[in-house]
């Protein structure tokens, strides 16, 4: 699930919706036989011939270079053919032939270097969304005594990740996870999301308090917002060196909830850096969990106190909800905003069964999709719920 979910279904749409669409391959010997009988339909002042050249630049399209050849070269054929049954090969037929074998060879040529651009984007594609899932793995369906599912969504239809982050992590300590949503969204943002993860999953395995994980991604986001860029200038010395300003920075923070379940995932540790507040669903209702919201990560050196960390009890049944502003902000034909919480409460109180998290977040996904007819921002939204003590 997660991001993984998503990769998914975008295998499974471009499958679905190719490109070009398989119709395309009649088109260029369907066009070749419409121009011939055109042609003899037709008194002879007319003359069609012209157009066998728009069958061959559409089987550019869809074609390999030899079959864009033997468009053309049929083409050649049966003009030949047909003005030789007319008894008639004239000026008009051999400015037409011309043509003809001088666009056959420069589509055949261009199909080679289209083909070639087609396998260099399949290639970078597969390298860019096996990064993507690297950076932003799947979700398990369980870990340990934890259930969860979740599913992601990037604002820009052609990246699997955007601006929003999460990672869950068993450690020492804990089931920890962290959901967050950097400032900015789409592909642009993943420098500081992989900034985020990188360093979550690292603290979550050394650090015994959630306080000091939090820290430690200050500590982080810090050093990329600080960082001096480091494109060469035209005479080859770097933009910046050691002693010179570095110039005005971006504001690098992300807004983020960071979670530690129990050992028996009972109980669950929240730290709030100016997230989206959680929601629970506990005997069909869906109720906020109250937190200490804290200033965003990245933003440490103007709090005034240490955030603190709130602890909430989760009963069997119960299912803990941490999703991103894009959820929330999604907006319908009039403008409003989402109501999570108001639709999830519908949702639950006119389910039949109980609600497990595969089915709650496969409800919001489609929900949201329901309530805005385009999504804006990036939106993730992830389930736990403890799992019963017979382990079933």
Same mark, same amino acid.
């Given at each position: 699930?997660?991001?993984?979910?998503?990769?998914?279904?975008?295998?499974?749409?471009?499958?679905?919706?190719?490109?070009?669409?398989?119709?395309?391959?009649?088109?260029?010997?369907?066009?070749?036989?419409?121009?011939?009988?055109?042609?003899? *339909?037709?008194?002879?002042?007319?003359?069609?011939?012209?157009?066998?050249?728009?069958? *061959?630049?559409?089987?550019?399209?869809?074609?390999?270079?030899?079959?864009?050849?033997?468009?053309?070269?049929?083409?050649?054929?049966?003009?030949?053919?047909?003005?030789?049954?007319?008894?008639?090969?004239?000026?008009?037929?051999?400015?037409?032939?011309?043509?003809?074998?001088?666009?056959?060879?420069?589509?055949?040529?261009?199909?080679?270097?289209?083909?070639?651009?087609?396998?260099?984007?399949?290639?970078?594609?597969?390298?860019?969304?096996?990064?993507?899932?690297?950076?932003?793995?799947?979700?398990?369906?369980?870990?340990?005594?934890?259930?969860?599912?979740?599913?992601?969504?990037?604002?820009?239809?052609?990246?699997?990740?955007?601006?929003?982050?999460?990672?869950?992590?068993?450690?020492?300590?804990?089931?920890?996870?962290?959901?967050?949503?950097?400032?900015?969204?789409?592909?642009?943002?993943?420098?500081?999301?992989?900034?985020?993860?990188?360093?979550?999953?690292?603290?979550?395995?050394?650090?015994?308090?959630?306080?000091?994980?939090?820290?430690?991604?200050?500590?982080?986001?810090?050093?990329?917002?600080?960082?001096?860029?480091?494109?060469?200038?035209?005479?080859?010395?770097?933009?910046?060196?050691?002693?010179?300003?570095?110039?005005? *920075?971006?504001?690098?923070?992300?807004?983020?909830?960071?979670?530690?379940?129990?050992?028996?995932?009972?109980?669950?540790?929240?730290?709030?850096?100016?997230?989206?507040?959680?929601?629970?669903?506990?005997?069909?209702?869906?109720?906020?969990?109250?937190?200490?919201?804290?200033?965003?990560?990245?933003?440490?050196?103007?709090?005034?106190?240490?955030?603190?960390?709130?602890?909430?009890?989760?009963?069997?049944?119960?299912?803990?909800?941490?999703?991103?502003?894009? *959820?929330?902000?999604?907006?319908?034909?009039?403008?409003?905003?989402?109501?999570?919480?108001?639709?999830?409460?519908?949702?639950?109180?006119?389910?039949?069964?109980?609600?497990?998290?595969?089915?709650?977040?496969?409800?919001?996904?489609?929900?949201?999709?329901?309530?805005?007819?385009?999504?804006?921002?990036?939106?993730?939204?992830?389930?736990?719920?403890?799992?019963?003590?017979?382990?079933?």
């Amino acid at each position: 699930m997660g991001a993984g979910r998503a990769a998914a279904e975008h295998r499974q749409w471009d499958e679905q919706h190719p490109w070009p669409p398989q119709w395309l391959r009649y088109v260029p010997p369907a066009l070749v036989v419409v121009t011939m009988v055109l042609d003899q *339909v037709t008194p002879s002042r007319y003359f069609f011939g012209s157009l066998l050249s728009a069958s *061959v630049v559409l089987a550019l399209f869809t074609y390999p270079p030899l079959g864009v050849l033997a468009v053309g070269a049929a083409g050649c054929v049966l003009l030949v053919v047909t003005e030789w049954l007319e008894d008639y090969i004239g000026p008009m037929t051999i400015v037409a032939l011309t043509v003809l074998a001088t666009v056959t060879v420069l589509s055949a040529s261009l199909c080679v270097v289209r083909r070639r651009a087609e396998s260099r984007f399949r290639r970078v594609q597969a390298v860019a969304e096996a990064v993507q899932l690297a950076l932003l793995r799947p979700l398990p369906d369980r870990i340990g005594p934890l259930r969860l599912a979740g599913f992601y969504r990037a604002a820009d239809d052609e990246a699997l990740i955007g601006g929003d982050l999460y990672s869950v992590r068993p450690t020492p300590f804990g089931i920890r996870v962290i959901v967050g949503d950097v400032k900015g969204k789409g592909i642009s943002a993943t420098q500081t999301v992989a900034t985020v993860i990188s360093s979550f999953q690292e603290a979550a395995l050394l650090h015994p308090s959630l306080s000091q994980v939090a820290e430690r991604i200050d500590v982080a986001l810090q050093l990329d917002r600080d960082s001096p860029p480091s494109e060469p200038m035209g005479d080859g010395r770097p933009a910046y060196t050691p002693g010179e300003a570095a110039g005005p *920075v971006d504001e690098v923070f992300v807004t983020a909830v960071l979670l530690e379940f129990t050992a028996d995932a009972r109980a669950v540790r929240v730290l709030d850096r100016g997230h989206q507040p959680l929601l629970t669903v506990r005997h069909g209702t869906a109720s906020v969990v109250e937190s200490d919201h804290s200033l965003p990560l990245g933003m440490s050196d103007l709090l005034t106190a240490p955030p603190r960390t709130v602890t909430q009890t989760l009963d069997p049944g119960d299912i803990l909800i941490a999703y991103s502003d894009g *959820v929330t902000e999604a907006r319908d034909s009039a403008g409003t905003f989402y109501p999570l919480r108001e639709r999830l409460q519908d949702h639950c109180s006119s389910s039949a069964g109980p609600v497990s998290p595969t089915r709650l977040v496969t409800f919001i996904e489609e929900d949201v999709a329901r309530w805005a007819s385009t999504l804006g921002d990036d939106l993730v939204a992830i389930a736990f719920q403890p799992a019963p003590s017979g382990g079933e």
